[in-house]
């Protein structure tokens, strides 16, 4: 663990035992079983809100708190533990540094307060096919007048079907796969022409498809420069990466622990099979991956708020160790909780099911190991 | 001015006299030589390493947090840390090492008497004295403590017969700390930790040639060797405690020092030496994409490895020493440096094959050596299986097999 200071360890202790009063997996388990559309209860993200997580990365200006990254991480870390559903990837984390990146002081000024105050859900719609792609952009953005026409489809938006604005990387130029081109929109979800459909993945959370026939915006929708769009996309999506990859941190290590008290409880051949070495030498290892990936995630943070020169290596550093560290723990949890792991009663599937998505989500880790070498230039 | 922004001021004054005084006193000409200290490498004999070495030794500087009045730095940790960094810098490194420091040193500290301290902690420091580690024999090796080195109470003397084995540098070594065995009817209890003058009369020393051609290692017996019976270091039949404290120490140096991820041979990063011999794509790839992935994701690892080093430091806190985490670092280091071995010995292809003489650079060879010598590195000082056993047990709370 980070080196904190006060006020972090008071969030991070504060997130902690509210996660477990008033957000345990049984939450989640009872979200999914009543047939939420969302993927998120929203008088508990009201809950989130009031404690300020909404607000961690904004301002004071505009009703934030403005305590950064890390302090952002040590929460996700926790509500990660518990499966907690919510938008604070989405929004407090994802669109909330696109506005703090690319954002004019108008469209600030409008978003950010209601961010804070957890009364507006934004998202990110980047991506258009199965997998994550950045640069692969096709959605057309045509200049008409002052403003521009959208025409196109986004994939897999996370709480896309909740959102209240969507910040949407189209092309104004060029063809899909360069980088030059892309410029970021900020669109109301009720504008005309806009359509969604919400997708029921494993994990049961809220994505949703969009498709946009002919929506006009303003040229007052265009957030940083135009047809230079990417710096600020790619920068989002670093920030975005090392925050999810503080929640599958959280995730990997609540399963790891799940799996270690189940190893010293069940008793076969007369003795808890956590006296087995095949068992033993395999958690020590997982303690061990466990440890390195949280040395990336914290590193990625902390690179963030520092404002270092390397926050593209080590957020792609972060989202492929924590995917490797939160696929293993989910595989193992199945495997050695045996058969009671493979019923829906137990958690070990929820935990599997949001470990895929995560690690599909902003790039997987073949997608980021590729990156960093590309980034470190080989 | 806050306690803490007086002390930062301290620092910054106690690093521009590190940084002067290293300008003055490191010998250019040993940049990038710290092989030298490598165990099999013999005693040093070059002038300015000489030099150097008396120079690190008066400050204190090779051992810089331990106690001045045995001769040690007396730095504060952070002060330590400015002075590696200024080191770092200018390449420059420690003339004072082997195992005194590494690890007798720390235990003797910990565990010897006042007489004891003050008679051998000045020779590590100054990097006069080197211990070699008698702990090892043709019978117990992950089993440490069926050791059955023989020491026998003789009133006045101790009398010690057996053999050790994978004694690293014992040929060289002034001093030897041994496990021996002063009770043959209890198993941990029947130990004790003892100082042996490698000059006693009835030790013999054999190195043994390993499949890398070098000889780090020795057998050594000790046949009816007297030793004085002040050289038992802590209590009679309690050695067991010591000695395990000790191999905490060795985990760590282990973990993050010469034994860790780079050893010997080729010092480029990967992708370069890759980019050599394996050629790239139009894009500036390594140009075999299976190769390119798994160098990426080895230096990932290696990244990651080297982040949790920084990340212990900063969480360490006050001078406790060595934790049971030591062992992930061991584990972890030494699995990622053999697997940096075996990467570049793939990228080498037959130039990486090399044994001796013409058609093969000093590089190519050293790394073969490297690659060879480093399969050491997962069976000495507890092997990853024992490590393993011991995160089990006592970081995850995992019980012994009944």
């Known amino acids: 663990m980070a080196v904190l200071n006060e006020e972090q360890s008071m969030i991070r202790d504060g997130a902690k035992s509210w996660v477990q009063e008033r957000s345990p997996v049984t939450a989640f388990r009872k979200l999914r079983d009543g047939g939420s559309n969302e993927?998120?209860?929203?008088?508990?993200?009201?809950?989130?809100?009031?404690?300020?997580?909404?607000?961690?990365?904004?301002?004071?200006?505009?009703?934030?708190?403005?305590?950064?990254?890390?302090?952002?991480?040590?929460?996700?870390?926790?509500?990660?533990?518990?499966?907690?559903?919510?938008?604070?990837?989405?929004?407090?984390?994802?669109?909330?540094?696109?506005?703090?990146?690319?954002?004019?002081?108008?469209?600030?000024?409008?978003?950010?307060?209601?961010?804070?105050?957890?009364?507006?859900?934004?998202?990110?719609?980047?991506?258009?096919?199965?997998?994550?792609?950045?640069?692969?952009?096709?959605?057309?953005?045509?200049?008409?007048?002052?403003?521009?026409?959208?025409?196109?489809?986004?994939?897999?938006?996370?709480?896309?079907?909740?959102?209240?604005?969507?910040?949407?990387?189209?092309?104004?130029?060029?063809?899909?796969?360069?980088?030059?081109?892309?410029?970021?929109?900020?669109?109301?979800?009720?504008a005309n022409g806009l359509s969604r459909q919400t997708v029921k993945s494993i994990d049961n959370r809220g994505v949703a498809n969009l498709t946009f026939a002919n929506v006009e915006v303003g040229g007052d929708a265009v957030l940083g420069p135009v047809g230079g769009g990417f710096a600020i996309l790619e920068a989002t999506l670093d920030r975005a990466r090392a925050g999810l990859a503080a929640e599958m941190l959280g995730q990997a290590v609540q399963s790891f622990e799940t799996t270690l008290d189940y190893l010293k409880t069940r008793v076969q051949f007369g003795q808890p099979i956590g006296t087995f070495q095949a068992l033993q030498h395999r958690a020590a290892r997982m303690f061990t991956d466990l440890e390195l990936a949280r040395s990336c995630v914290e590193a990625a943070l902390q690179a963030i708020d520092r404002g270092a020169d390397d926050v593209a290596q080590l957020a792609s550093l972060a989202k492929a160790k924590a995917g490797d560290a939160v696929h293993l723990m989910s595989n193992e949890m199945v495997q050695m909780h045996g058969g009671i792991g493979m019923t829906d009663a137990h958690d070990a599937g929820l935990y599997l099911k949001r470990a895929r998505v995560q690690e599909a989500t902003f790039g997987n880790q073949s997608y980021h190991r590729d990156r960093y070498a590309t980034l470190l230039g080989y | 001015m806050s306690a803490a922004a007086a002390m930062s001021d301290d620092l910054d004054v106690f690093r521009?006299?590190?940084?002067?005084?290293?300008?003055?006193?490191?010998?250019?000409?040993?940049?990038?030589?710290?092989?030298?200290?490598?165990?099999?490498?013999?005693?040093?004999?070059?002038?300015?390493?000489?030099?150097?070495?008396?120079?690190?030794?008066?400050?204190?500087?090779?051992?810089?947090?331990?106690?001045?009045?045995?001769?040690?730095?007396?730095?504060?940790?952070?002060?330590?840390?400015?002075?590696?960094?200024?080191?770092?810098?200018?390449?420059?490194?420690?003339?004072?090492?082997?195992?005194?420091?590494?690890?007798?040193?720390?235990?003797?500290?910990?565990?010897?008497?006042?007489?004891?301290?003050?008679?051998?902690?000045?020779?590590?420091?100054?990097?006069?004295?080197?211990?070699?580690?008698?702990?090892?024999?043709?019978?117990?090796?992950?089993?440490?403590?069926s050791l059955r080195t023989q020491c026998v109470d003789k009133g006045d003397h101790y009398l010690v017969n057996g053999q050790k084995i994978w004694t690293s540098g014992a040929q060289y070594a002034d001093w030897c700390f041994c496990l021996v065995r002063t009770d043959n009817t209890k198993k941990h209890e029947g130990i004790s930790f003892l100082l042996i003058d490698m000059k006693s009369p009835g030790i013999e020393v054999r190195p043994i040639k390993l499949i890398s051609g070098n000889s780090p290692f020795c057998e050594t017996f000790f046949t009816d060797v007297k030793v004085p019976k002040e050289n038992l270091m802590g209590p009679l039949n309690g050695g067991w405690t010591i000695g395990k404290r000790l191999l905490q120490f060795e985990r760590q140096g282990l973990g993050s020092g010469t034994g860790g991820p780079m050893r010997g041979g080729e010092s480029r990063s990967l992708d370069q030496v890759a980019k050599e011999y394996v050629g790239t794509d139009d894009k500036g790839r390594i140009a075999d994409t299976d190769l390119r992935a798994r160098v990426a994701s080895h230096m990932m690892d290696m990244r990651a490895f080297m982040l949790t080093i920084q990340r212990a430091m900063g969480e360490a806190k006050g001078n406790q020493g060595p934790s049971a985490t030591t062992s992930i670092m061991k584990n972890a280091g030494s699995r990622i440096g053999q697997e940096r071995s075996e990467l570049l010995v793939e990228i080498m292809g037959h130039q990486g094959l090399g044994w001796e003489g013409e058609g093969f650079t000093k590089d190519e060879i050293n790394t073969v050596r490297a690659w060879l010598g480093g399969k050491a590195t997962t069976i000495y000082g507890g092997s990853a299986e024992i490590q393993n056993n011991i995160i089990a047990k006592r970081i995850l709370g995992l019980l012994d097999h009944q």
């Open chain 1, 39 to 190: 993927g998120f209860d929203r008088k508990v993200w009201a809950e989130m809100a009031e404690m300020g997580w909404s607000g961690i990365l904004i301002p004071e200006e505009f009703g934030g708190t403005g305590l950064g990254y890390l302090t952002l991480g040590l929460v996700l870390e926790e509500t990660g533990r518990t499966l907690t559903a919510s938008p604070l990837i989405s929004t407090a984390l994802t669109a909330t540094t696109a506005l703090l990146l690319g954002g004019t002081a108008e469209q600030k000024k409008t978003w950010l307060p209601k961010i804070a105050e957890g009364k507006a859900i934004g998202t990110l719609a980047v991506d258009e096919g199965v997998h994550h792609a950045p640069e692969k952009i096709a959605l057309k953005a045509e200049k008409r007048g002052a403003g521009y026409v959208l025409n196109g489809k986004k994939s897999f938006v996370l709480d896309g079907g909740a959102a209240d604005f969507f910040i949407v990387a189209a092309r104004t130029s060029g063809t899909p796969g360069d980088k030059d081109g892309i410029t970021l929109f900020l669109v109301d979800t009720k």
């Open chain 2, 16 to 145: 521009a006299e590190v940084r002067d005084w290293l300008q003055k006193t490191f010998p250019p000409s040993l940049k990038g030589r710290a092989s030298m200290m490598l165990p099999d490498a013999g005693r040093p004999t070059d002038p300015d390493f000489l030099r150097w070495k008396k120079a690190m030794g008066e400050k204190g500087w090779g051992t810089p947090t331990w106690p001045k009045q045995y001769g040690g730095g007396g730095l504060s940790r952070e002060q330590a840390r400015v002075l590696a960094q200024e080191m770092n810098k200018i390449g420059a490194w420690s003339p004072i090492g082997g195992m005194g420091v590494m690890m007798f040193g720390p235990t003797l500290l910990e565990y010897g008497n006042e007489e004891q301290k003050s008679r051998h902690v000045p020779g590590i420091v100054t990097g006069e004295v080197w211990w070699c580690q008698g702990y090892s024999e043709p019978g117990a090796g992950s089993d440490l403590a």
